[in-house]
């Protein structure tokens, strides 16, 4: 069984950071690509972020130059620092393992339960 906890999410005024962090838990020998993805309030979740296993990064055009995406493999974590915060980037931000290798086998698109970030003054 995979498992994913983020960590990091609260409040914060507008221009403020934040950084999130995910670890993922189980027997697992690899992730491919790890990624951040957000819902806002009557909105569809979409995609913040994702990094592949090999350093890969890729950003919605409203995360380039704010935010940026990291990963330790050896401890299966992935990082979003969050800086120029701005009450659009509130929302339920969720991490994604799109595909991991365990012990009894493949898992595809694990989910966090998501942490959320508000921004408001």
């Known amino acids: 069984q995979v498992q994913l906890v983020e960590s990091g999410g609260g409040l914060v005024q507008p221009g403020g950071s934040l950084r999130l962090s995910c670890a993922a838990s189980?027997?697992?020998?690899?992730?491919?690509?790890m990624g951040w993805y957000r819902q806002a309030p009557g909105k569809q979740r979409e995609l913040v972020a994702r990094?592949?296993?090999?350093?890969?990064?890729n950003y919605a055009d409203s995360a380039k130059g704010r935010f940026t995406i990291s990963r330790d493999n050896a401890k299966n974590t992935v990082y979003l620092q969050m800086n120029s915060l701005k009450s659009e980037d509130t929302a339920v931000y969720y991490c994604?393992?799109?595909?991991?290798?365990?012990?009894?086998?493949?898992?595809?698109?694990?989910w966090g339960q998501g942490t959320q970030v508000t921004v408001s003054s």
């Open positions: 994604n393992a799109g595909t991991v290798v365990t012990d009894l086998g493949v898992v595809n698109d694990v």
């Open positions: 189980g027997s697992i020998f690899s992730i491919y690509a």
């Open positions: 990094i592949t296993s090999g350093g890969s990064r």
